[in-house]
């Protein structure tokens, strides 16, 4: 089987119209006539990912990120770069074959990302989630408890959370990677990967800080990027298995990046 | 009190008849936020940026002034700490009203994610400031544009590494050696770190040379930049961008590493600066610096 006989499989299987229009859920590199001899699912194929999916003898890997450090992952100003270089020709000599599939994904029924972050937190009731799962409720508890499920179950080391620990909440909102929705008015806890910080089109940090500052029990917690979407892809790799054999697939995580 | 809406047109007009104004001096009549802010503009000369974030955000520009607080963000506990310090004109580098927009948003489609104008924080932030007869200017464009060295002055003075800048003007520090660790340590003490702090890259680096860009680093500058430096610290990167891209280098074999300490916090020392170059022009009320600080926590 080849890198582009698997993406045939996956648009046949997707269960939504492919639109051929997305820059994101296409090949970044290698030849699709590659024959593949295993798949790697990965939520970002970074390099130390990249080497330990060649080590277990995985030549494609399906990425939900980037794999040039840049949404589009436009090359044009990368061909002096360095670790462009390095990254590109490790590929290269190991007959590596890259594809992204990001956007489908997301459209999918369930959306795998949302059904892995809402596990990776504790919320039941998430299994056949979409992308905009909505408001969910949980069992009454504080901000800090829900903080502590959430990095005790997803293992983020920088899980980063703001408002107040003793806040009694019990409806989450939540999104994957970069789709960190807003506060609401019928939210308690916000649960994302990243967001801008400040000066966006809705500043989460601000808000749920001055809520706090003024007693109003509000909660954010920012998983990482890699952490929210991370579970999701481990679940895709189970989805392929039921329409793809002969070729194994295997998650290969991408490590958090942080070290503190 | 009802809060007049200065329009951007009549504030470049305003700003416009100020250029030239004396200051007054020690013991004259208290200026206004509105003449306040004109000698801010002159002072920083040159084109005033006028169709950016910079203006009056909340209350009323012709408030007598009693006292003045410079912040990253004007949160909800700075507003209370000015209040307590007796200031009532607040220049912010970063939004007031949870965005860029800085305020409620007509609600098509389009602006589903920004704010409500029957929002209960934004309300009740908002009687706060009407009630203790607070006036809120942005100081971001403008002051950036002239004075953005400061902001990498303001960090390097807070880290305790003035004294070690390579270049004028430039982020570029030479710091006695230490590991990316110890540095990390030291940086997490100066800026009062709780949560909001993650490094990436090579934990045992040695570090000598150090990059300051506070606020947000696109990829661009982390692509011609980041090999300058042993150890680079920002506010703010997309992590999907600028952070694999440290992770990589790290992974390729290169001994760097990557800090962010969130963009507020990045930008709390710069705005020190700033009320200091504020004292410069105002003498007829005291100034003081009130850090927005790291909002973030652990869970544990």
């Not at chain 1, 970002?44 to 949404?71: C, Q, S, Y």
């Not at chain 2, 910079?54 to 002034?65: E, I, S, W």
């Not at chain 2, 209040?83 to 589903?112: C, K, M, W, Y």
Request: charged fraction near 25%; proline fraction near 6%.
């Amino acid at each position: 089987m080849t890198g582009r006989e698997v993406v045939e499989l996956v648009k046949q299987n997707v269960g939504v119209p492919w639109r051929d229009q997305s820059y994101r859920d296409t090949f970044k590199f290698g030849d699709p006539d590659t024959p593949i001899k295993g798949i790697a699912t990965t939520m970002m194929v970074t390099f130390g990912m990249l080497k330990r999916a060649n080590e277990a003898g995985l030549n494609m890997v399906i990425t939900h990120e980037p794999t040039f450090w840049n949404d589009r992952d436009e090359t044009k100003d990368l061909v002096n770069d360095p670790l462009y270089q390095a990254k590109t020709g490790y590929m290269r000599e190991n007959g590596m074959v890259i594809w992204r599939f990001h956007d489908h994904m997301h459209a999918m029924q369930p959306d795998y990302t949302v059904v892995g972050e809402l596990r990776s937190v504790g919320v039941k009731g998430g299994e056949n989630a979409e992308m905009h799962p909505g408001v969910l409720p949980i069992p009454e508890t504080t901000l800090g408890e829900f903080a502590s499920q959430a990095k005790r179950l997803s293992g983020a080391r920088a899980l980063r959370c703001v408002g107040d620990p003793k806040a009694k909440v019990g409806r989450v909102l939540l999104g994957p990677g970069y789709a960190t929705p807003r506060m609401t008015s019928d939210t308690d806890i916000v649960v994302g990967g990243e967001q801008q910080e400040v000066d966006g089109l809705f500043d989460n940090v601000q808000y749920v800080a001055d809520a706090a500052s003024l007693g109003i029990p509000k909660g954010l917690v920012m998983l990482g990027h890699v952490v929210s979407e991370q579970a999701g892809m481990e679940d895709l790799g189970k989805w392929m298995q039921t329409f793809i054999t002969g070729v194994p697939i295997r998650f290969v995580p991408a490590d958090e990046p942080y070290w503190t | 009190m009802k809060i007049p809406d200065i329009s951007r047109r009549r504030f470049v007009q305003v700003a416009g008849v100020a250029a030239g104004t004396q200051f007054p001096l020690r013991g004259a009549d208290t200026p206004t936020a509105k003449a306040v802010v004109q000698r801010v503009q002159s002072a920083l000369g040159g084109q005033w940026v006028a169709d950016g974030v910079d203006g009056f955000k909340a209350g009323n520009p012709n408030t007598p002034v009693k006292g003045i607080a410079t912040t990253a963000m004007a949160t909800m506990d700075v507003l209370k700490q000015a209040v307590q310090s007796g200031a009532n004109l607040i220049f912010t580098h970063e939004p007031t009203f949870f965005g860029r927009q800085d305020g409620p948003s007509p609600l098509r489609p389009s602006d589903l994610p920004g704010l409500s104008a029957d929002d209960p924080v934004y309300l009740a932030k908002k009687e706060f400031i009407d009630k203790n007869g607070l006036v809120v200017f942005r100081l971001h464009d403008n002051w950036l544009s002239r004075r953005g060295s400061d902001m990498t002055a303001g960090l390097a003075q807070e880290l305790g590494w003035a004294k070690n800048r390579v270049r004028p003007d430039d982020g570029l520090y030479e710091i006695p050696s230490v590991t990316a660790e110890e540095a990390v340590a030291h940086i997490r003490q100066k800026l009062k770190l709780r949560g909001g702090l993650r490094a990436v890259g090579d934990r045992t680096a040695t570090v000598k040379r150090v990059l300051l860009l506070p606020g947000f680093t696109t990829p661009a500058v982390m692509r011609r930049r980041y090999r300058e430096a042993d150890l680079t610290i920002t506010g703010e990167v997309r992590e999907w961008e600028n952070t694999f891209y440290a992770a990589d280098v790290f992974t390729a074999g290169e001994r760097r590493g990557l800090v962010t300490v969130g963009r507020v916090v990045s930008e709390d020392p710069g705005m020190c600066v700033c009320a200091e170059w504020l004292k410069t022009m105002v003498t007829e009320a005291p100034v003081r610096w009130i850090p927005a600080g790291d909002l973030y926590w652990r869970a544990v």
